[in-house]
């Protein structure tokens, strides 16, 4: 069964404090991976998409990995306002569905 | 920058009653899709709509569940018979070509 898991569930982070984010999968014949970043009680909002290991893309503070197996999402010096749920997800080579992870909640302490 | 749009942002309805929810999709896309995230879940695909058809459907899009693009701007869920278990938040996706979905707001039903 394809699966996309991601960890920490939660994590929490004083200003400035570096860390990463993981997202592993088991998944056959990937075809994508994507990261979205989710407020509370909104929708998933695009990041990042992955195609093939060692790909690299970067965005301000943020800046996305991928390897056969897992993919990271690397935070440097973050702020409160990078606080939300980061959501990985994968697509399959045969179909266009995108497969969530449950996400990491991130919290940013000034 | 153009935006998914979704309609209503919260509705209230008792069970077996019929609701429909709304998208706009962003102007130029031309495939369409539902997701549902039911409380401190996983987002999950429901359809996949292209070319005025289904192109796929999860196990959750049964027969209580229908989508229609009655116009050239609007794409709708509708749910026919509504359960206390379809109380979520429902996000409609939209992209032209490639592989990017963009998210509406969402829709929160809550089914009482």
């Known amino acids: 069964e394809d699966q996309v898991t991601q960890s920490p569930e939660a994590l929490r982070l004083q200003e400035g404090e570096s860390s990463s984010l993981n997202c592993s999968y088991t998944?056959?014949?990937?075809?994508?991976l994507f990261w979205y970043r989710q407020d509370p009680g909104k929708g998933p909002e695009f990041l990042f998409t992955?195609?093939?290991a060692g790909e690299e893309k970067e965005k301000e503070r943020l800046k996305a990995t991928l390897t056969k197996k897992e993919s990271f999402l690397h935070i440097t010096a973050p702020k409160p306002e990078d606080s939300a749920t980061y959501l990985c997800?994968?697509?399959?080579?045969?179909?266009?569905?995108?497969?969530f992870g449950t996400g990491t909640r991130l919290q940013v302490f000034p | 920058e153009p935006e998914v749009t979704q309609t209503p942002s919260h509705q209230v309805t008792q069970m077996g009653q019929e609701v429909i929810l709304r998208c706009v999709p962003i102007?130029?896309?031309?495939?369409f899709y539902w997701y549902r995230q039911i409380l401190g879940q996983k987002v999950e695909f429901l359809v996949s709509?292209?070319?005025?058809?289904?192109?796929?459907k999860s196990e959750i899009f049964d027969d209580q569940f229908s989508v229609e693009r009655p116009d050239g701007s609007n794409f709708t869920l509708k749910i026919r018979s509504t359960k206390l278990e379809d109380s979520a938040m429902y996000f409609c996706?939209?992209?032209?070509?490639?592989?990017?979905?963009?998210f509406g707001p969402g829709t929160r039903l809550t089914v009482l």
């Open positions: 996706a939209s992209k032209r070509e490639g592989d990017t979905q963009y």
């Open positions: 998944v056959s014949g990937l075809r994508g």
């Open positions: 992955l195609y093939s």
């Open positions: 997800a994968v697509q399959l080579g045969n179909t266009d569905k995108l497969i």
């Open positions: 102007s130029n896309h031309l495939y």
């Open positions: 709509f292209y070319n005025n058809e289904i192109s796929e």
